[in-house]
């Protein structure tokens, strides 16, 4: 069954099925063997940092730099619904070229998540470790692009539990015996 529903589906357990075509089997089974049964729980993620839209983007900064994260989840301040995330490498950049200021709101430098007519795809803590790493390489993706994190929800994506990055995949095969 795939991990991947339609933002505002009715009955998402109903609908996973009827999304998306399955991985690869071949490079699937490659990386099976890689990660022997690992799970994202095994990477044992962070748990999401999370900020509001309007909070000022010098909060999220302070935020992301005492805890060392390069992305934060932005959620919705009436009922914590996933809005979309700020990426602090990105903040950077926007604010270096002044396209943004400290004292702007989080609203004007985060990325929203597209609600209609997307799928996404669910990362839960069992998701085994070769579903992340091709979820990062763009691969069983609606629209196929690289990702450099993934959202860490319950499987009905009601809540945030963390936030996994490629450097933690890559930190985890690398600290793990062949």
Do not use: W
């Not at 022997?36 to 999370?50: K, Q």
Request: net charge neutral.
């Amino acid at each position: 069954m795939s991990n991947s529903i339609p933002v505002g589906a009715a009955d998402p357990a109903r609908r996973m099925a009827e999304i998306i075509s399955p991985p690869n089997p071949s490079k699937l089974s490659q990386l099976a063997a890689r990660y022997r049964g690992a799970t994202v729980e095994d990477l044992d993620p962070p748990s999401a940092l999370s900020c509001h839209p309007t909070d000022p983007i010098s909060h999220a900064l302070l935020s992301a730099f005492e805890r060392d994260y390069t992305h934060l989840t932005v959620i919705s301040p009436t009922n914590r619904a996933l809005l979309g995330y700020l990426s602090i490498p990105h903040l950077r950049t926007l604010l270096a070229e002044g396209k943004v200021s400290e004292t702007e709101e989080v609203s004007q430098a985060m990325v929203k998540f597209r609600r209609k007519g997307r799928v996404y795809k669910v990362i839960t803590m069992d998701t085994p470790l070769e579903e992340l790493e091709m979820f990062f390489n763009g691969e069983g993706v609606q629209g196929g692009s690289k990702q450099e994190f993934a959202v860490v929800t319950d499987e009905r994506r009601r809540f945030v539990l963390g936030v996994a990055t490629r450097t933690d995949l890559e930190e985890f095969a690398r600290r793990r015996p062949a």
